[in-house]
C-alpha cells in the first residue's frame, strides 16, 4: 500500500484528532442527534433553553462559549443521543454557533467510585460546578482533540456583556460564576 493510500483509509476511518473508527458510530449518532439543534431557537424547542454559563474564555486555553442545558437530561445518567449542554459560541452581529457538547453528571447523582465513562473516555471532575463532565467538539474543529475541554479556536469576543461576555472564566477551583445552575 502506498502511503497516500494509508492516509486515504486513515481519514476514511475517521482518524483525526484522536477519534479513531470505534468512535466514529458513536460520533455519527451523535451528530444526527444534535444537527438540527444548531440555533438557539431549535435548541429551545429541544429543551435546550436554560443557559448555565456566561461565555465561558480562558486566556491560556481558549474558550467554550455559552453553556445551554437541558435539564431534564441533568442525573445520572449519560445518553449519547441527549447532551446534557450544548456550547454556542458567539459570533458577529449578536448570533451564536453551536461548536460541542457537553455531557455532565453531578457529583451527588454518582454514586460510582469510578468515574463515568462515555465513548471510551472517562468524563473529568469539575470541583468547580459540582459535575463530572465530558466536552465533545463536534462542530468546530480542535486542535487539542475532539475530548479536550477547551478550544483556542473558540473566542467570547464577539459576545457583548448584555449576553454575558466577554468575561474569562475557568473551570478551576473558584466560586461559581454568576448564573450557573449546576
Not at 502506498?2 to 479513531?20: D, E, F, M, P, S
Amino acid at each position: 500500500m502506498t502511503i497516500a493510500g494509508a492516509l486515504a483509509g486513515a481519514v476514511l476511518l475517521g482518524c483525526n484528532n484522536g477519534v479513531t473508527d470505534p468512535h466514529e458510530a458513536e460520533l455519527t449518532v451523535l451528530r444526527d442527534a444534535t444537527q438540527n439543534l444548531t440555533s438557539l431557537q431549535a435548541a429551545a424547542a429541544a429543551g435546550y433553553g436554560t443557559q448555565i454559563t456566561d461565555c465561558m474564555t480562558d486566556p491560556v486555553q481558549g474558550g467554550m462559549g455559552f453553556h445551554i442545558g437541558n435539564p431534564d437530561y441533568i442525573n445520572a445518567t449519560l445518553e449519547l443521543d441527549k447532551p446534557e449542554v450544548l456550547l454556542f459560541e458567539p459570533t458577529a452581529g449578536g448570533g451564536r454557533q453551536l461548536v460541542a457538547v457537553e455531557y455532565l453528571i453531578p457529583f451527588a447523582a454518582w454514586t460510582s467510585a469510578n468515574p463515568p465513562v462515555l465513548m471510551g473516555q472517562n468524563l473529568k471532575r469539575n470541583e468547580q460546578f459540582q459535575v463530572w463532565a465530558l466536552h465533545v467538539w463536534l462542530y468546530k474543529d480542535n486542535p487539542a482533540g475532539i475530548f479536550a475541554d477547551w478550544n483556542s479556536q473558540v473566542s467570547c469576543a464577539a459576545a457583548p456583556a448584555s449576553m454575558g461576555g466577554p468575561a474569562p472564566m475557568t473551570h478551576g477551583p473558584v466560586s461559581r460564576p454568576n448564573g450557573a445552575r449546576f
